[in-house]
């Protein structure tokens, strides 16, 4: 599954950012679609918050209106690179999200949008440990991720996004239930909203 233009949403952001552009209008546009996550959090001014899977910064210039410490973490240099141009008040930290080099209880919120559909269920339990390990208690973990519709009309155009932009990975992601991870994990507060005919999901959750 998946397409060259898989490797070119990639290799040239432009594409990514109109993709992402587009799959926003259905919430609302760019700015309410990075909100959806943070909606109806109190955060202490000054909190930590890291950006797990940051790529080129997309969500971190949202959060860095929150807190002025922000962290973005990601794999790709590639992406940090532009990540770094994007929103340079914010700090980066190559590394793969399931082996973190924070302290345990370093972080107040943990964001992390559109990355866990990337993940094989054996990669996304252990990120999701490692995110309860290196959150503060009380501390916040929200997402942002693909969801199976529950409006059929929202079918086509996801199966056709998934089909030309994604693997196997996100086919997995719809069907898995993340709210019962987050609680084998040790979660609690779990909450999930739906958006865009159900083909998004948003999860706020409490370590
Ligand atoms: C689809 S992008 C999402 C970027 C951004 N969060 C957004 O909202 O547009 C997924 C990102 O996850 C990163 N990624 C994938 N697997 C990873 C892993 N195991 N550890 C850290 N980052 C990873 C990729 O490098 C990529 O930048």
Redo the contacts with the bound molecule.
Sequence with gaps: MATFLRTWS?RFPQL?NSI?FLASLSVGGEKRF?FLPLEGLSLPSECKIL??????????EYLVQLSPSVTG????SV?LKRAVERVPTAQYVE????HMPFSQDTFELVH????L???DST?LEQ?LREVYRVLAPGGQFVL?DLHRPTNPLFWPPLALFMLLFETKTAWQLINTDLSQILKSVGFREIQQKLHAGGSLQVIQSRK
């Design positions: 990639y990514y992402s990075h950006d797990l899977c940051c790529g080129g910064g997309q969500a971190t973490l990601d794999a790709s992406s590394s793969l999200a399931e992390t949008s559109v990355a559909h990337e993940m990669q990120i942002l």
